[in-house]
C-alpha cells in the first residue's frame, strides 16, 4: 500500500508514457482518505497546472501513470485548486475527462488528523487538499496565529533546460557540366620557294641540260589531341558548432500581500512585503 505524501515527490505521465511533470497538489476523498484528484505542472518550464482523477492510475512510489492523454489533461477546466473542490466542481472534471468503469489500481493509507479551518463546512463527498504536512498545512491555513504571525507564500521561476533535436544537416554531391576553352598553340610547316644564284664553280659541277624535273618535301604539323581524366581537388566536412543566445520568457506570478487593519499608528503601506 503507497503513501499519499509519497506523491508529491511523483513524476507524472500520461497513459501513453509521455512526460507531464511534478506533482503540485493532491486531493483526497474526506470520507474514504484515499485520494481522488491531483494536480499536475505541464507546458513550458511546468508553469501550467491541471486538475487529473485518479480513477485508473497506477502508481509505484515513484512514477504516477495517470489514465489520460496529454492533451485532455492540458484541455482540463481551470478551476481554482487552492480550495477544497465542490461537488460541482468534481462532477466538471469527471465529465471532461469521462472516467466510467475506470478503477484505481493503487491503494493508499488514509489522511489521518483534524481538517483545516478551510475545509470545514465542505460536503462530505468533497474532495479536500492533502499536503506534505497536515500539521504544517494546518499552522498554514489559519488566519494568524496567536503571536499574530502570518506566513506569505509567493511564486517564483523555477527554469530548466533540456536539449532537443531541431534538425538534421547532410552532405551531398551532384554532378554539374561546365563548358571550358584552354587555347593551344600548334605549329606546321609551310612551303616556301628560295631561289638562289648559281655560280661559277656550281655551273662547273653540274652537267646543264634541259628537260622536266620533279622534286618533293614532306609537309608536317602539329593537331591537338584533348582527353578528360578525374582527380580530386577539394575535401568537404561537415562540423558543428555551439551558438549561445539569449531568449526571454514572460510569465505572470502570483504574490500574497499582507495588509494590517484596525490597528492605529501603523501604516498598511510600510507592512508589506
Not at 497538489?25 to 511546468?46: K, R
Not at 480513477?55 to 504516477?64: A, C, E, I, T, V
Not at 494568524?144 to 511564486?155: C, K, L, Y
Amino acid at each position: 500500500m503507497s503513501n499519499i505524501k509519497d506523491l508529491f515527490n511523483a513524476t507524472a505521465y500520461d497513459n501513453t508514457g509521455d512526460k507531464l511533470g511534478s506533482v503540485k497538489e493532491v486531493f483526497v476523498d474526506d470520507n474514504s482518505g484515499q485520494p481522488t484528484f491531483v494536480e499536475v505542472n505541464h507546458g513550458l518550464f511546468g508553469m501550467n497546472s491541471s486538475l487529473v482523477p485518479l480513477r485508473g492510475h497506477k502508481f509505484d512510489g515513484k512514477d504516477l501513470n495517470l489514465a489520460f492523454a496529454k492533451d485532455r489533461i492540458k484541455d482540463a477546466p481551470n478551476l481554482d485548486a487552492d480550495q477544497a473542490l465542490t461537488p460541482d466542481q468534481q462532477n466538471e472534471v469527471l465529465r471532461h475527462y469521462g472516467v466510467d468503469g475506470l478503477e484505481d489500481q493503487t491503494r493508499y493509507e488514509g489522511v489521518q488528523g483534524s481538517r483545516t479551518e478551510r475545509d470545514r463546512g465542505v460536503h462530505t463527498e468533497g474532495a479536500e487538499f492533502a499536503g506534505r504536512d497536515r500539521a504544517d498545512l494546518n499552522d498554514r491555513d489559519r488566519v494568524a496565529t496567536n503571536d499574530g504571525e502570518m506566513i506569505r507564500s509567493e511564486e517564483q521561476l523555477d527554469v530548466s533546460k533540456e536539449r532537443v533535436a531541431t534538425g538534421e544537416a547532410r552532405l551531398r554531391k551532384y554532378v554539374v557540366t561546365d563548358s571550358e576553352t584552354v587555347e593551344v598553340p600548334v605549329t606546321r610547316e609551310e612551303v616556301r620557294v628560295e631561289r638562289t644564284p648559281i655560280n661559277a664553280d656550281d655551273a662547273a659541277n653540274h652537267n646543264a641540260r634541259i628537260g622536266e624535273e620533279e622534286a618533293s618535301v614532306t609537309l608536317h604539323e602539329e593537331r591537338v589531341d584533348v582527353s578528360k581524366n578525374t582527380v580530386p581537388v577539394e575535401k568537404v566536412n561537415l562540423g558543428k558548432q555551439q551558438v549561445t543566445e539569449t531568449e526571454r520568457h514572460t510569465e505572470e506570478l502570483r504574490k500574497e500581500r499582507i495588509d494590517v487593519d484596525g490597528v492605529e499608528g501603523v501604516d498598511p503601506r510600510d507592512e508589506r512585503r
